[in-house]
C-alpha cells in the first residue's frame, strides 16, 4: 500500500496514471485500471479484472476475478460482479473492421445492488435494474427490471428479489408482497416491482 494514497493497490496490479480510485478499495493481483477510469471507495477488484477507459464504478462494488469491465460500461453502487461474467461493448465486432472510438461503443448501465452470477454475459446496450439478481451462466439481451431475478439463454423473468436478496416468487400488478428475511415490503405494478410506500 502508497503512503500516499488510500486504497491499496498489489505489486502485480498496474493503475495507470489519472485513474481516481477511492478510499478503502483494494485492487488485487494481475489487474490493469486505465488512466480515465473512476473506481469508488471501498470496491474489491478480485485478481485479473481489467477495467476501461472512461469506465465509472461506484461505491462498494465487488468485481470478482477475471471479469473485464470495458469502456461503455457503468456499474453504480453496491453492484456485484461474480467471478468470470462478461460484459460486451460493440454489438458487431469484426477484426477487419475495428471499433475503436467511445462513439462506437454501445452503453451498459447496471443498477444500484444488482447481481451479475458467475459466468453470466451481458450484451451491450441493456440496462439491469436496480437490485435485479442475474443468475449464473445467463445471457442477458435486453433490460432487466428492477428486483428481477433472471436467468437462461436467453435470460428471462423468473421471480423477484427483495433488496436484501431473498426470493419473493413471481408478481403480477396489483400483487404486494413483505420479504420473509428483512420485513421490507414491496407492490408489482405494470412496470414491475417497487418498494412500497
Known amino acids: 500500500m502508497s503512503e500516499a494514497s488510500d486504497y491499496f493497490v498489489h505489486p502485480t496490479a498496474v493503475v495507470d496514471d489519472g485513474a481516481s480510485v477511492g478510499a478503502g478499495t483494494r485492487i488485487w493481483h494481475f489487474c490493469h485500471v486505465m488512466g480515465t477510469a473512476v473506481v469508488g471507495e471501498r470496491c474489491v477488484l478480485g485478481q485479473n479484472v ?14 470478482q476475478n477475471n471479469v473485464s469491465v470495458y469502456e461503455g460500461v457503468t456499474l453504480e453502487d453496491d453492484v456485484f460482479c461474480g467471478p468470470s461474467m462478461v460484459f460486451t461493448n460493440v454489438r458487431d465486432p469484426r477484426s477487419a ?7 462506437d461503443y454501445e452503453k451498459t448501465l447496471v443498477r444500484r445492488g444488482a447481481t451479475l452470477g458467475a459466468n453470466c454475459t451481458i450484451v451491450c446496450g441493456a440496462t439491469v435494474g436496480e437490485h435485479a439478481f442475474v443468475a449464473a451462466g445467463a445471457v442477458v439481451t435486453k ?10 439463454v436467453p435470460a428471462r423473468l ?3 428479489a427483495c433488496a436484501c436478496g431473498e426470493r419473493l416468487g413471481m408478481l403480477v400488478p396489483g400483487d404486494r408482497r413483505a420479504c420473509g428475511r428483512c420485513g421490507r415490503e414491496y407492490a408489482c405494478g405494470p412496470g414491475g416491482l417497487q418498494a412500497a410506500s
Open 50 to 63: 481489467f477495467v476501461g477507459a472512461n469506465v465509472t464504478i461506484g461505491d462498494n462494488v465487488h468485481v
Open 97 to 103: 473492421f475495428p471499433r475503436g472510438s467511445s462513439a
Open 143 to 152: 433490460d432487466v427490471p428492477a428486483y428481477a431475478v433472471v436467468g437462461g
Open 158 to 160: 423468473l421471480a423477484y
